[in-house]
């Protein structure tokens, strides 16, 4: 029987950011019932989770940048929402990351006031990554409250799409390319490579850090990279530490047991988890990878249940309540 579930890449979208709505173009044309799913933290919500077996939900805003107002707006309708079930919702802040200051600050208060568990930020502010001087206090401040952060992938740069992603194809591969079908994850791996070779994770040696969608590429160029990694300057950690130690990697979105057999293999057990990227998938579809992957052989009962809700009940101090038959 497939155990309770915890899933941790689950959006919803504010009413102060609506003016979020037309990046998700594409998505509200093809995902039926999406707009309705996006802006509902209950009802809805709930019923799909007990539709795909989940227990417990972290909650999280849709990605796309916004400044502080909305931040902390967004930040206050989860928090009520977490309010209202409890024992099904937890959060992850969404922040202002063109500002770090105030990134950092709202941080602080979603986790010792709100309650949150984490943050879920967007994976560039523009061109700009996090690996700067500029950024140090807020990874100083994500280290100090012992919270991790989500890195998420976010839309290509104009730059970036007339320099990688336009072409001889269609408008409709330039933008799938340029995101879900590819360059959200390639970029999010490289985040994490910027953040390594810029030296932040010596700086923050207990830093936490989520990626989704199977690692992002990470657990499949894991051996070259740490093989070429040492060029980069010199560290205190070499990457193979870094990723055993610092990074954790979601299932989210990807429902297939081919790469999950490559991530048994070379990533820690306990930094495996679960999770579906609601509502742009389904509790439904990610119900189905968990028993197939159950059924492969591939993990140990001890395994399936730490990929399924142990290791986040360790991570993020929350509980998977409700069991299903």
């Known amino acids: 029987m497939t155990p309770p579930l915890i899933t941790l890449e689950e959006h919803f979208l504010a009413s102060s950011a609506e003016s979020l709505r037309k990046l998700y173009s594409e998505q509200l044309a093809h995902i039926p019932g999406l707009s309705d799913k996006m802006q509902d933290t209950g009802p809805l919500r709930l019923q799909s989770m007990d539709q795909g077996h989940v227990s417990f939900q972290i909650m999280s805003h849709v990605p796309g940048g916004m400044p502080l107002e909305q931040c902390r707006a967004a930040n206050d309708q989860c928090a009520a929402a977490i309010k209202a079930n409890p024992t099904r919702f937890a959060g992850f802040a969404v922040l202002p990351m063109a500002d770090p200051e105030h990134s950092a600050q709202e941080l602080r208060r979603c986790i010792k006031d709100l309650g949150f568990v984490g943050a879920l930020i967007d994976n560039r502010n523009g ?135 490559t991530i048994l293999r070379n990533t820690r057990i306990e930094h495996i988890l679960y999770s579906v990227d609601y509502p742009f998938a389904k509790n439904e579809d990610g119900l189905a990878f968990m028993r197939e992957l159950e059924a492969s052989g591939l993990v140990t009962p001890d395994q399936l249940e730490r990929i399924a809700y142990k290791n986040s009940e360790e991570l993020f101090g929350v509980k998977a309540t409700k069991t299903f038959g």
């Open 127 to 261: 061109n700009t990554y996090y690996d700067g001087e500029e950024y140090l206090l807020f990874w100083e401040a994500a280290e100090e409250l012992n919270v991790p952060i989500y890195l998420h992938p976010t839309w290509p740069t104009q730059v970036q799409t007339d320099l990688l992603y336009t072409g001889n194809f269609t408008t409709g591969a330039s933008a799938s390319m340029g995101a879900s079908g590819w360059g959200w994850h390639s970029d999010v791996a490289l985040h994490v490579l910027r953040l390594f070779a810029s030296g932040v994770f010596d700086k923050f040696p207990r830093l936490k850090i989520a990626v989704g969608h199977m690692g992002e590429m990470l657990p499949f160029m894991l051996q070259r990279i740490a093989q070429l990694s040492v060029r980069w300057g010199q560290r205190t950690r070499l990457f193979r530490q870094v990723y055993d130690e610092n990074i954790w990697i979601t299932t989210s979105g990807v429902w297939s047991v081919d790469p999950m057999a």
